[in-house]
């Protein structure tokens, strides 16, 4: 017989040694690799996935695992507020977004992470009185989602194997890929050059406030810039809804520069 009160313990435990993980720490955990980015590496996929990837990515780059980002921006949560963050992402174990926002003139701090499979939000006023803490199941499988929105600033992940491509013109590119034991379905828009316009997913989440469900997600590409031979996205506007009028009206919430990006 299963012990309940023996598993909601260890699911406590691993709950909370999830919060414990550093940036550092996770980064640090990134697995190096010695494969180097050709593009003679790419000459069986589709046209316009060969021109993001050589766009992106560039010739003799070492194909990372791990990216760690400094950004500034602006998040909404009933107005429109300041932030700066820092942000690991370590494609083997997930992501840490450690920021500090500041509400009328009150810092709010704290931070969104999935590691190792489990999701969680722990932010404080003051770094003391509570504002949201949040874990659980559908709080994992939306962080799980933020990981897959978030690949483009990774693009070596799009290197595996296990990555499937379609397009259906010059300017629309699909991806598949598996990302935490979730499917991704990415669609992005690119230009001529190969740069990233839109990207846009189905991710699990609740931004009426009510049960949690697939919402159409994504972002628009204002600029660009490159780190460590890697182009990304440097300024975004990301949100709920994309794709939909409610998309500016109701859904973005997410308005952010990348300063710098470091890659192993």
Not at 52 to 61: D, F, V
Not at 90 to 103: K, R, V
Not at 145 to 151: A, D, T
Request: proline share 3%.
């Amino acid at each position: 017989m299963i012990d309940l009160k023996k598993g909601l313990q260890r699911s406590s435990e691993i709950v909370h040694h999830t919060k414990q993980i550093s940036l550092n720490t996770l980064w640090e955990s990134a697995i190096s690799n010695d494969r180097i980015f050709h593009s003679d590496q790419l000459s069986h996929l589709p046209e316009t996935a060969r021109r993001y990837l050589q766009h992106a990515i560039a010739p003799g780059t070492a194909i990372a695992s791990a990216v760690r980002l400094q950004m500034h921006g602006e998040i909404k949560l009933k107005n429109w507020i300041p932030f700066k963050a820092e942000q690991v992402i370590c494609w083997e174990h997930g992501l840490i977004w450690s920021a500090t926002a500041w509400m009328n003139g009150l810092p709010i701090v704290g931070s969104d992470r999935l590691i190792d499979g489990v999701g969680s939000m722990q932010w404080k006023l003051l770094g003391i009185f509570p504002v949201m803490i949040a874990s659980g199941a559908d709080i994992t499988r939306s962080a799980v989602g933020r990981l897959q929105s978030e690949s483009i600033c990774l693009p070596s992940v799009f290197c595996g194997d296990d990555v499937s491509w379609t397009s259906m013109d010059s300017s629309h590119l699909h991806s598949s890929l598996l990302v935490q034991g979730e499917r991704a379905e990415l669609d992005f828009t690119i230009d001529l050059t190969g740069r990233i316009e839109t990207f846009k997913l189905p991710r699990w989440g609740n931004p009426e406030g009510a049960e949690f469900h697939d919402v159409n997600f994504g972002g628009i590409i204002e600029q660009e810039g490159t780190f460590c031979g890697y182009t990304i996205p440097t300024r975004l506007r990301i949100g709920w809804y994309f794709g939909t009028d409610r998309f500016e009206s109701e859904g973005e919430f997410f308005r952010a520069t990348i300063d710098d990006a470091i890659y192993q």
